[in-house]
C-alpha cells in the first residue's frame, strides 16, 4: 500500500484486549484424556472418510512416542490433557453473515471485515474455535473453477485432489506438535487455483477462538496450480480469557510451475495464547512464495514459515516481524530448502522486544547437493525498546553446494535514549515515540499489506505502546 | 508576561556539577545569546531546559509562563513552547523527517492519529524547506540519516519554524553551515523573533551574532556564569577571546 494510504489511517480501536470471554453457543465439546476414542468421535463428528481417520491414527500414534521438543521456552504449563480438543460452536448456515453468533458479527463488524471482503476480497474463511463457520466467494471465482471451502468439505468432495497434498507438505513426524495437529485437525480452508488463473484480490481467512482451555487446530491448503496467482491472508484474534488456550494450526501450499502464492499472517491472538503455525511450502519450477508474517500478539509463539524449492528457479520470499512487548515470546524464523539449481531466497526478519519481552529468530538455509548457483540472503534486525528485553538470533546453514551462496547479516540495536530524547522534544510522549519507532522499523511488512491488514497493524501497534507498564 | 526563566539552577550528570546557580529570564520576542568557551556547560544547560533524562537539577528551577516545569518530561515541555534545535541531532532510523514533522504537528492540534498528513499544512512545509535550502527528498528521508552537517542544522531550523515555538534553544546553529547557511539561519531566527518567539543563541564564536544583536549576552565557563552585557561583549570576545574576559575579571 501506498505512504500517503498508511498516513490516512484512522485508529478504529478493536475491544478485545477487554473482554474476558465471547459468549457463543456451543454445540458439542469433547475433552478429557487424550485417546484413541477421542480421534474416533471427532472423525465420526465429521462424517469423514475412512482414509482420513486412518491418518488421524497414523498421527495419534507418532505424538505419542515423540518427545517434546526440547528447546520449548514458556510452555510450561501447557497441558493438552486439560484443553477441549475439538468445540463445535452452534452456527446454522456458513454463507452469509447474519447466520453468525451476534458476539461474532460485532467483533466482524468493528474490524471492519464485512466492509474489506465488499471491497478488496475475492474470498473470506471465518474459523471459530475448531469449525469454520462462514465461506464466502465471489461468483467469478466459481466460473473459473476456483475451489474455495472448508478443509472438511474437499477432504468428501475432492478425496483425490486433497490427498495428494494433504500432510505430504507438512509431514507429520516433523515435531510432537505436528503430529498432535494431525490426529485432531479440524476446521480451516481449502483453495484450489486452476492453471493460469490469477486470482488479483486476495483470499481472506479470519481466526478466533472464543473462550479458555480450547485448543484450535485449523488446517488450511492452498494449491496454485501452474502458471496461477493468488494472494491469501489469514488474521487471528481472542479475547482475553481468564486462563489460558492453545492454537496448533497448519497452512500447507503448493506451488506448482510459474504460479506465485503470497500468503499473509497478521497474528494478533490475546496473551492467552499459546501459538504454534506449522507452515510450510514447495515450489515448483519457475514457481515463487512468498510469507509475510506479522506476529504480534499471543503469549507464547513459534512459527517458522518455510519453503522447499525443489524446482530449477524456484524462489522464495520470507518477511517475518514480531513484537514481543511483555513477558512474553516471539520464536519466529524461517526454513528455506533449496533442493535446485539457481532456486533463490530472501530471508528478512524483524523483531521487537520491549518490556521484558524476547524474540528468537530460529533459521535454516539449506543448499542440497547440485543445487547449483542456488542462493540465499539471510537479513535479522533485532529492535530493543528498553535494558529488560531480549533478542537472540539462531541462524543454521547447511550447505552441501560448492557453488551456492548463503549470505547472513544481523544487527540488533537498542533505541537509545537520546533519539527518544528527540522525538519527546518534538512533543511526541514517549509511548507515541516508541510506537512510531516500532512502526517504522515494522515497514517494509506494513507496505506490502493491503490496506485493511496494513490499517489493523498500524492500530495494533499503537494500542500496543498505549499501555507499556500496564501490560496483562 | 511571557516569558522563560532560570532561576538559581544547579545540574549535575553522572554525579558531576556541570552548571552552578545560573538565572536568567528571557521575554518572547527577545534574542539572547549564550556563550563560552567549548565545555563550559553550553550544552548541558539547553539539554536541561528541555529535559534531557540525564541530567539531575539538584537545586532551583525553570519556569515558563511562570509554570515551574523543572520536572515534566521533554514532550510536555515542548507542548509549552519550548523547541531545541540540537547542536548534534541523533539520526532516528525507521521515521521520515515529513512522518516528524507531521505528527508533532497533529499532537499540537489534538489529532488522534499522528499520521494524518494534513494537505493544509504542505504549502507552508514546502516554502520552510526551499527557504531553509533543503529539498522535498530530505522530507522523505529517515529523520537525520545520511544527512550532512549542514543539513542537520537546516532540518532543525525547519521543524522550528513549523512548530513555532514560544521560547526557541539554538545550540551552535552555524557550526557546519556555509556564509550562505549562516545568512539564512540568521534571517529566519530575526523572523521568528519578529513574530514573537523568544530565542536562545548558544555559540562559541560571534559570527552568527553579528547579524542579531541580541539584548544580553551570558558568558558561561566551569557551568558558571562569569559575565553578561550587552552585544558589545561578543565583539570583545572574537577580537581577544575568552582569555581576555578571563583577564577583564581577574582585574
Known amino acids: 500500500m501506498r505512504e500517503s494510504d498508511i498516513n490516512s489511517l484512522i485508529a478504529n480501536v478493536p475491544k478485545w484486549e477487554e473482554l474476558s470471554e465471547l459468549p457463543t453457543p456451543k454445540e458439542i465439546i469433547v475433552g478429557g484424556e487424550l485417546r484413541e476414542s477421542v480421534i474416533r468421535d471427532i472423525s465420526r463428528i465429521k462424517k469423514e472418510p475412512n482414509w482420513m481417520l486412518r491418518l488421524r491414527l497414523k498421527a495419534f500414534e507418532i505424538w505419542k512416542k515423540l518427545p517434546a521438543p526440547n528447546w520449548l521456552l514458556g510452555v510450561e504449563d501447557l497441558n493438552v490433557e486439560d484443553l477441549a480438543h475439538y468445540v463445535k460452536p452452534a452456527v446454522s448456515t456458513k454463507n452469509d453473515f447474519q447466520s453468525l453468533p451476534e458476539k461474532i458479527l460485532e467483533f466482524y463488524v468493528s474490524l471492519g471485515i464485512p466492509e474489506s471482503e465488499a471491497k478488496y476480497l475475492s474470498g473470506l474463511a471465518g474459523v471459530l474455535d475448531s469449525e469454520t463457520i462462514l465461506i464466502r466467494i465471489k461468483e467469478w471465482l466459481k466460473k473459473k473453477n476456483v475451489i474455495f471451502m472448508e478443509t472438511e468439505e474437499a477432504v468428501k468432495k475432492y478425496p483425490d485432489l486433497v490427498k495428494r497434498y494433504f500432510s505430504k507438505i507438512y509431514p507429520m513426524a516433523d515435531h510432537k506438535f505436528a503430529a498432535l495437529h494431525y490426529a485432531l485437525w479440524s476446521g480451516g480452508a481449502f483453495v484450489y487455483v486452476p492453471p493460469n488463473v490469477k486470482i488479483t484480490q486476495p483470499i481472506e481467512a479470519f481466526f478466533m477462538i472464543s473462550s479458555s482451555l480450547e485448543s484450535q487446530y485449523e488446517h488450511t491448503m492452498v494449491i496454485a496450480d501452474e502458471n496461477s496467482y493468488i494472494h491469501f491472508i489469514e488474521g487471528c484474534a481472542a479475547p482475553m480469557f481468564p486462563k489460558y488456550s492453545f492454537h496448533d494450526g497448519a497452512v500447507e501450499v503448493y506451488v506448482h510451475r510459474k504460479a506465485h502464492v503470497r500468503f499473509t499472517t497478521i497474528q494478533n491472538w490475546s496473551k492467552r495464547i499459546i501459538n504454534f503455525n506449522n507452515k510450510r511450502s514447495v515450489v515448483e519450477e519457475d514457481g515463487y512464495v512468498e510469507w509475510l508474517e506479522g506476529g504480534i500478539g499471543a503469549r507464547v509463539s513459534y512459527v517458522y514459515p518455510s519453503a522447499v524449492l525443489r524446482g530449477r528457479n524456484a524462489k522464495a520470499s520470507i518477511l517475518a516481524v514480531s513484537i514481543a512487548n511483555g513477558p512474553y515470546i516471539k520464536d519466529s524464523g524461517a526454513k528455506v530448502y533449496h533442493l535446485a539449481p539457481n532456486t533463490k531466497s530472501e530471508v528478512i526478519a524483524k523483531s521487537i522486544s520491549s518490556n521484558g519481552g524476547l524474540t528468537v529468530y530460529r533459521g535454516l538455509i539449506y543448499m542440497a547437493k547440485g543445487a547449483k548457483n542456488a542462493t540465499s540472503h539471510v537479513q535479522c534486525d533485532s529492535l530493543l525498546l528498553d535494558n529488560k528485553s531480549r533478542s537472540v538470533t539462531i541462524p543454521h546453514n547447511q550447505v552441501l553446494e560448492n557453488s551456492a551462496d548463503v549470505t547472513h547479516e544481523a544487527t540488533a540495536g537498542r533505541i537509545s535514549e537520546d533519539a527518544l530524547f528527540y522525538l519527546q522534544s518534538r512533543g511526541l510522549s514517549e509511548d507515541e515515540s516508541k510506537s512510531l519507532i516500532v512502526l517504522g522499523f515494522m515497514h517494509d511488512l506494513i507496505k506490502e499489506l493491503p490496506f485493511e491488514m496494513a490499517n489493523i497493524l498500524n492500530t495494533v501497534v499503537q494500542l500496543e505502546f498505549s499501555k507499556i507498564g500496564g501490560v496483562g | ?251
Do not use: C, W
Not at chain 2, 545540574?11 to 528571557?26: P, T
Not at chain 2, 520536572?71 to 523527517?97: C, K, T, Y
Not at chain 2, 512548530?163 to 556555509?178: A, C, N, T, V, Y
Open chain 2, 1 to 251: 508576561m511571557s516569558s522563560l526563566k532560570v532561576e538559581n539552577l544547579t545540574v549535575s550528570i553522572e554525579n558531576k556539577v556541570v552548571l552552578r546557580d545560573v538565572s536568567f529570564e528571557l521575554q518572547r520576542g527577545e534574542i539572547l545569546s549564550i556563550m563560552g568557551p567549548n565545555g563550559s556547560g553550553k550544552t548541558s544547560l539547553a539539554l536541561t531546559i528541555m529535559g534531557h533524562p540525564r541530567y539531575r537539577v539538584i537545586s532551583g528551577r525553570i519556569l515558563i509562563d511562570e509554570e515551574d516545569i523543572t520536572n515534566l518530561p521533554p514532550d510536555e515541555r515542548s507542548l509549552r513552547g519550548l523547541f531545541l534545535a540540537f547542536q548534534n541531532p541523533v539520526e532516528v532510523r525507521g521515521i521520515r523527517l515529513s512522518t516528524l514533522i507531521f505528527s508533532a504537528l497533529n499532537k499540537r492540534r489534538g489529532e488522534k492519529n499522528l499520521l494524518k498528513s494534513d494537505p493544509q499544512i504542505i504549502p507552508l512545509l514546502m516554502k520552510n524547506l526551499r527557504d531553509v535550502g533543503l529539498s522535498n527528498e530530505h522530507l522523505q528521508r529517515e529523520v537525520n540519516l545520511g544527512f550532512s552537517g549542514g543539513e542537520k542544522k537546516r532540518s532543525e531550523l525547519l521543524q522550528a519554524l513549523m512548530l513555532k515555538p514560544k521560547f526557541l534553544i539554538l545550540d551552535e546553529p552555524d557550526s557546519g553551515l556555509d556564509v550562505d547557511g549562516i545568512k539564512i539561519t540568521a534571517e529566519k531566527i530575526k523572523e521568528l523573533a519578529s513574530q514573537g518567539t523568544g530565542i536562545i543563541i548558544i555559540t562559541h564564536y560571534a559570527r552568527l551574532l553579528k547579524y542579531l544583536s541580541p539584548r544580553e549576552i551570558i558568558v558561561i565557563r566551569d557551568g558558571k556564569i562569569v559575565t553578561r552585557g550587552g552585544s558589545e561583549l561578543s565583539y570583545l570576545i572574537e577580537e581577544k577571546g575568552y582569555e581576555a574576559l578571563n583577564g577583564d575579571l581577574n582585574a
